[in-house]
């Protein structure tokens, strides 16, 4: 999947347009969750819950959005976290709507 567009309205939200003219939308707290790094995906197979900023009562923001290349991109979060890289395939995967994740 390819990516056409990304928009940021405020940093707790992250707007993905797709090349086939989708739109997704994602929360901060949600791609944190999702985090794809080695780090993070050891975390999600021993404790599947991460506590980004939760013990600080800080709400989580996106400080950073990088495309790498035509294939993924890379997001700061403000709990320091930045090391994951979300392939579009990923995320695409992940898009939250109810067309994308219908419910069982």
Same mark, same amino acid.
């Given at each position: %999947?390819?990516?056409?567009?990304?928009?940021?309205?405020?940093?707790?939200?992250?707007?993905?347009?797709?090349?086939?003219?989708?739109?997704?939308?994602?929360?901060?707290?949600?791609? &944190?969750?999702?985090?794809?790094?080695?780090?993070?995906?050891?975390?999600?197979?021993?404790? /599947?819950?991460? &506590?980004?900023?939760? %013990?600080? @009562?800080?709400?989580?923001?996106?400080?950073?959005?990088?495309?790498?290349?035509?294939?993924?991109?890379?997001?700061?979060?403000?709990?320091?976290? @930045?090391? @994951?890289?979300?392939?579009?395939?990923?995320?695409?995967?992940?898009?939250?709507?109810?067309?994308?994740? /219908?419910?069982?």
């Amino acid at each position: %999947m390819e990516l056409k567009a990304i928009a940021q309205p405020d940093a707790k939200t992250l707007v993905v347009t797709w090349s086939d003219g989708h739109c997704s939308r994602y929360t901060a707290e949600a791609l &944190r969750q999702l985090c794809p790094c080695a780090g993070c995906d050891e975390e999600h197979r021993r404790h /599947p819950t991460l &506590r980004p900023l939760a %013990m600080s @009562g800080q709400p989580l923001e996106l400080v950073n959005v990088a495309r790498i290349g035509r294939y993924a991109i890379n997001l700061t979060f403000s709990d320091g976290h @930045g090391t @994951g890289i979300y392939p579009f395939d990923f995320l695409r995967a992940q898009c939250p709507c109810a067309a994308c994740q /219908p419910k069982a």
